[in-house]
């Protein structure tokens, strides 16, 4: 009697163990009875029946395919080696269980095609400059392709792409000869500005002197012109007497004659200034002799001179 009731409770402890599901939080669970799909159960305790039914769990987290590195011919026949991850999420459990016997490795072999035919279809420098490109194309196609398997493609990275080693020395001598050229032209450039700068600099500074010298003649010329203007009106108002004339003449030759030089020369018109001095003098000696008087008939006297 004792038998039988151990025996009825590990029974009913195996059937308990075998009809009592947990499903985890981002998990779902495919009841199939009989081989046949029954229904899907949610997060939480689930209850089957024990030999009749069976539970696949189905991870429904976001997970990451690595495709592994292959070479792929370039379109302008370079081989490189490129490898990717592809992240993806289930989003119908039942699709992904029963439309694919293997999702990891269908995802995989589908992207390792298509990186192929990708990159087969741009040159080298297209491929190494354009991985955002090639990520989206990528995503969108294996996200078209893995729809009926009841995933969506989230994203795709490309890890690396390596081209031969004496391609990559070949670029790298292109880079820096890129980059050379590059300085000598800045360089030619400043240069070039410099000596622009400097030209333009001079021309400003030689036309400001020219300007001030203009300024500085003109108005020495004007200041000139107003004395000649005073002295001339000035001279006009004081009604000078060919005495006066004479006398400054003489003045302006004798400061001729006190200067240091050897040889004087003196207008044409002074010779015959000069003949006329003598006359001058004898006009200002008979102004200034004394006037004498002599008697007269009538007894005044008239002046002799």
Do not use: C
């Amino acid at each position: 009697m004792i038998g039988l009731f151990a025996a009825l409770v590990v029974l009913a402890f195996i059937l308990a163990a075998r009809g009592l599901k947990i499903v985890r939080p981002w998990q779902k669970g495919l009841i199939e009875r009989l081989g046949r799909y029954q229904r899907t159960a949610g997060s939480g305790l689930s209850i089957i029946i024990p030999f009749m039914e069976r539970m696949i769990k189905v991870d429904m987290r976001e997970q990451v395919v690595d495709v592994p590195p292959q070479g792929v011919i370039t379109k302008d026949n370079v081989v490189v080696e490129v490898d990717a991850v592809v992240y993806y999420e289930v989003t119908d459990p039942v699709k992904v269980s029963y439309n694919v016997a293997n999702f990891y490795i269908a995802a995989t072999k589908l992207a390792q095609t298509n990186l192929r035919n990708l990159i087969g279809d741009l040159a080298l420098d297209e491929s190494l400059t354009s991985r955002e490109v090639i990520n989206t194309k990528l995503r969108e196609v294996l996200d078209e392709a893995t729809d009926k398997w009841g995933t969506k493609v989230t994203r795709v990275e490309l890890q690396r792409i390596e081209p031969p080693q004496d391609v990559t020395d070949a670029m790298h001598r292109q880079m820096k000869a890129e980059r050379e050229r590059r300085a000598m032209i800045l360089e030619a450039e400043g240069h070039k500005q410099s000596a622009i700068l400097k030209a333009e600099g001079e021309a400003e500074a030689i036309k400001k002197v020219a300007d001030a010298e203009k300024y500085e003649k003109l108005t020495v010329a004007k200041g000139e012109a107003e004395a000649i203007t005073t002295v001339y009106g000035a001279i006009h108002e004081g009604r000078p007497t060919n005495d006066l004339i004479a006398i400054k003449y003489l003045e302006a030759l004798q400061g001729i004659a006190d200067g240091k030089a050897t040889k004087i020369f003196l207008p044409l018109e002074t010779s015959g200034i000069l003949g006329s001095i003598g006359g001058i003098a004898e006009l200002l000696k008979e102004k200034a002799a004394p006037q004498r008087f002599e008697p007269t008939a009538g007894g005044e006297g008239t002046p002799q001179s």
